[in-house]
């Protein structure tokens, strides 16, 4: 993880699981880093760093960084580790970044992978959604001490409910409801599918989902970012069915069960692509300026070269107040962090 700081007292949290040369599950013990990156003079630094275990000492593992949530109250950052490849371990750390004391789950499964994590500061509890190798998904409570399974809330079945997209998912703790849009292909058409789970059910009935339907001509969805503060609204960015498409963005209104586009709103190019192949798309919320930031990183096609955009965008008006092309010396390794902004 990163911390990325855009002023003196808002900062951005950056996760990354590191091992030597980065990639290597062969060192011991793994590790992850916590830094800060100022987006202003476009460099980063070390905060800390965190240790665990995946109780196995082999190097099968390509550990990375999954869905991070941030309790504000006990200054804990929850991190959730998976891996890139078939060898798989997940588990999730708890790191306090102003003491740097950090404790780990007490399990570590050896299957799936994380579709989100949230903290609910009403509540005061964790949630996440989790995968197994047999297509199922949980959506369970974590004690936010323990980090120790108290709850599941529901399971499903892909082929019921389609395959979740972690950068696409939006929890609202006051009204106690989660929405995605999940993805399945269909007849040879890959298809995005609105979902949403309604907390207040859990433990009344074993589906909590009331909306799952198709949403007509909308292909491929990056990202979601929910504005809880003030409008209720979600930014997304949106390719077109192919990571060579240009990214647009509009907005969408879960009281409206993602009817697409919001108000008729025409989608706004966020960034034109130019013949190059998107990679990774991150979206960071700043509810305080009320812009996202948004890191792109694309490569050429045929030589590979990577360019790593930064840019940020007015929540409301979609206007973009700044796009910067970053460096591996400004942002190293961009699309192997996680990226998480604190006020």
Request: positive net charge.
């Amino acid at each position: 993880m990163q911390l990325n700081r855009t002023e003196s007292k808002c900062r951005l949290f950056f996760f990354r699981k590191k091992k030597s040369s980065y990639f290597s599950s062969s060192f011991f013990p793994h590790y992850g880093n916590l830094s800060v990156f100022d987006t202003k003079l476009k460099k980063f630094s070390t905060v800390g760093n965190f240790t665990f275990d995946i109780h196995d000492h082999s190097a099968l593992y390509y550990l990375i960084a999954g869905p991070t949530a941030f309790n504000k109250n006990s200054n804990t950052v929850y991190l959730s580790i998976t891996t890139g490849n078939a060898f798989k371990r997940l588990l999730i750390v708890a790191y306090n970044y102003k003491k740097k004391t950090y404790s780990q789950s007490p399990w570590v499964y050896n299957i799936g992978e994380f579709g989100f994590l949230f903290y609910d500061p009403l509540q005061k509890r964790l949630i996440g959604l989790r995968s197994n190798s047999t297509f199922t998904y949980y959506v369970e409570e974590y004690d936010i001490k323990t980090l120790d399974t108290v709850k599941i809330y529901t399971q499903q079945n892909v082929s019921q409910y389609a395959f979740f997209n972690r950068r696409c998912s939006s929890f609202d703790y006051n009204e106690n409801w989660i929405v995605q849009v999940r993805s399945r292909f269909d007849s040879s058409v890959s298809n995005s599918y609105w979902i949403k789970m309604d907390l207040n059910l859990v433990g009344k009935q074993e589906d909590i989902v009331t909306e799952f339907h198709v949403m007509p001509h909308a292909y491929y969805f990056a990202t979601m970012t929910y504005d809880i503060q003030k409008t209720k609204l979600i930014l997304c960015t949106w390719q077109n069915g192919s990571s060579f498409s240009d990214i647009y963005m509009f907005h969408l209104d879960p009281k409206q069960n993602g009817t697409f586009p919001y108000k008729n709103q025409n989608r706004k190019i966020l960034l034109k692509i130019n013949g190059e192949q998107v990679e990774t798309i991150r979206d960071i919320w700043n509810p305080v300026k009320r812009e996202v930031l948004y890191l792109i990183q694309t490569n050429t096609g045929t030589t590979m070269k990577l360019i790593r955009y930064m840019l940020r965008v007015q929540f409301d008006t979609r206007q973009i107040l700044e796009k910067s092309i970053l460096t591996d010396e400004q942002l190293p390794l961009m699309s192997s962090w996680e990226y998480l902004y604190l006020s």
